[in-house]
């Protein structure tokens, strides 16, 4: 019966034809002499050291394939694991250099992680190390965004999150050259329309005044609390986080004015009526 290494001979197409021969060879005629089958165990155990070396470089061939193969398959994660190297110092960055709220570094640091699952979803891009993309690869996670039907606002905020994340990777951690930063911070962001807020009735604002002056509080203190909060929401038009962050030396009630702490670090005077600050 033929060996297993014989049978994974005649399988392959490159050394069939070795196997043929050697088939031939070890398989003596009836009318063959002693001395020629003599002869023809010699060489049967030449040739089954010729199948066992065969054999043993197919091995190897099959080996190495599969390990080249394995290779490419670990390449084609290899930008999303390097961008997501990065994202902890992207992060403190935003913290502590630009002075971003919580908020925006949150909301940027999962953005460059959805950037690095977009980008190991792309057969073209996936392979590549984050120092050789190039415009055509911003170019596709700018259409990626916008073909998952993303809000404006949404993916004009994601663009920004890129072209922070990618200057800082150029000019802080020198990881990329400038031609990646300059790719990125060309990608336009998508314009955001513009609409009216949406506002309460007068209604509506004196229902909820009424309903904070009654309301019942842990005390006193946090009564009057209350009501200065929402007369000063409802009376200067300020963001909610402005408000949370206002502290108590920020107000001047003799110029009825509160310093507010927007965003980007950017500090401004709001001045309010003279009901607000009674």
């Known amino acids: 019966s033929e060996s297993p290494f014989a049978m994974l001979l005649v ?4 050394v069939r034809h070795v196997w043929n021969r050697i088939a031939e060879t070890v398989e003596p005629e009836e009318s063959t002499m002693d001395i020629a089958l003599l002869q023809n165990k010699k060489r049967s155990r030449k040739n089954q050291r010729s199948v066992r070396s065969i054999a043993g470089a197919l091995e190897i ?6 390990e080249n193969l394995n290779s490419q398959k670990g390449d084609s994660r290899m930008l999303k694991e390097e961008i997501l190297s990065y994202t902890d110092r992207f992060s403190a960055y935003l913290a502590e250099v630009e002075g971003k709220p919580n908020t925006t570094i949150t909301a940027y640091a999962g953005d460059v992680r959805q ?6 979803e792309d057969s073209v891009i996936a392979d590549k190390r984050i ?15 916008a073909d998952n039907g993303m809000k404006a ?5 994601k663009i920004k999150a890129a072209r922070c994340f990618f200057r800082w990777l150029c000019e802080d951690a020198e990881a990329v050259p400038e031609s990646v930063s300059n790719a990125f911070k060309s990608l336009k962001a998508p314009k955001i329309p513009q609409t009216q807020p949406s506002i309460i009735s007068t209604g509506e604002r004196d229902d909820l005044l009424s309903a904070v002056r009654t309301g019942v509080s842990v005390n006193e203190t946090a009564h009057m609390r209350d009501i200065a909060i929402m007369y000063l929401f409802l009376g200067s038009g300020i963001r909610r986080d402005e408000l949370c962050n206002i502290e108590l030396k920020d107000v001047d009630l003799e110029q009825r004015c509160v310093l ?11 001045y309010f009526s003279e009901g607000v600050g009674g």
Do not use: Q, W
């Not at 606002?153 to 905020?157: E, F, G, N, W, Y």
């Not at 507010?260 to 005077?269: L, P, S, T």
């Open 61 to 66: 061939t099959v080996n190495v394939a599969d």
């Open 153 to 157: 606002s949404t993916r004009a905020r």
């Open 11 to 14: 399988e392959s197409r490159d």
């Open 131 to 145: 120092a050789d993309l190039r415009k055509p690869d911003a170019n596709a996670y700018a259409k990626k965004l």
């Open 260 to 270: 507010i702490h927007g965003k980007g670090n950017k500090e401004r005077y709001c």
């Open 115 to 120: 950037m690095a699952v977009i980008f190991s």
